[in-house]
């Protein structure tokens, strides 16, 4: 499986109200972040945001200046050919291998590649079975 790396997302902690979400993608353009990856959700009053980025390092900084908690998970990503059937055998290889998935989100613009991020019980296991 070509484009397979062991990546770090920023898992972001934020107040859950209108406009968090303008707020935190605003913050990473004026810092000169490009987004690569996002999962969000609302979770007993805190916004809760899964980040891949283009650099973590700017990005954190900018997010933690104005109050945000942040820190970082280790996970997998996987670029793909965007075709019906390309996620079912990444997760054949994944469950094949008895690898359990912690979760899963990806992103696709309708265009040649799509990008799966896991986090799973063993991603270095998961990197070497999806190389």
Not at 30 to 37: E, T
Not at 89 to 101: M, P, T, Y
Not at 110 to 115: D, E, I, P, R, W
């Given at each position: 499986?070509?484009?397979?790396?062991q990546?770090?997302?920023?898992?972001?902690?934020?107040?859950?109200?209108?406009?968090?979400?303008?707020?935190?993608?605003?913050?990473?353009?004026?810092?000169?972040?490009?987004?690569?990856?996002?999962?969000?959700?609302?979770?007993?009053?805190?916004?809760?945001?899964?980040?891949?980025?283009?650099d973590?390092?700017?990005?954190?900084?900018?997010?933690?200046?104005?109050?945000y908690?942040?820190?970082?998970?280790?996970?997998?990503?996987?670029?793909?050919?965007?075709?019906?059937?390309?996620?079912?055998?990444?997760?054949?290889?994944?469950?094949?291998?008895?690898?359990?998935?912690?979760?899963?989100?990806?992103?696709?613009?309708?265009?040649?590649?799509?990008?799966?991020?896991?986090?799973?019980?063993d991603?270095?296991?998961?990197?070497e079975?999806?190389?």
């Amino acid at each position: 499986m070509p484009n397979v790396k062991q990546e770090t997302e920023l898992y972001v902690i934020t107040p859950d109200e209108p406009g968090i979400l303008g707020r935190v993608m605003g913050t990473l353009a004026n810092a000169g972040v490009n987004l690569k990856a996002i999962y969000a959700r609302s979770e007993r009053g805190k916004g809760i945001f899964f980040l891949i980025t283009s650099d973590n390092k700017k990005a954190e900084k900018a997010l933690k200046g104005i109050g945000y908690e942040v820190t970082t998970n280790n996970v997998v990503t996987v670029e793909i050919d965007d075709r019906i059937g390309a996620g079912a055998e990444v997760g054949a290889l994944i469950g094949n291998a008895a690898i359990d998935i912690d979760y899963c989100y990806g992103t696709s613009a309708g265009g040649v590649k799509a990008l799966l991020v896991f986090q799973t019980n063993d991603n270095k296991k998961t990197f070497e079975t999806l190389r």
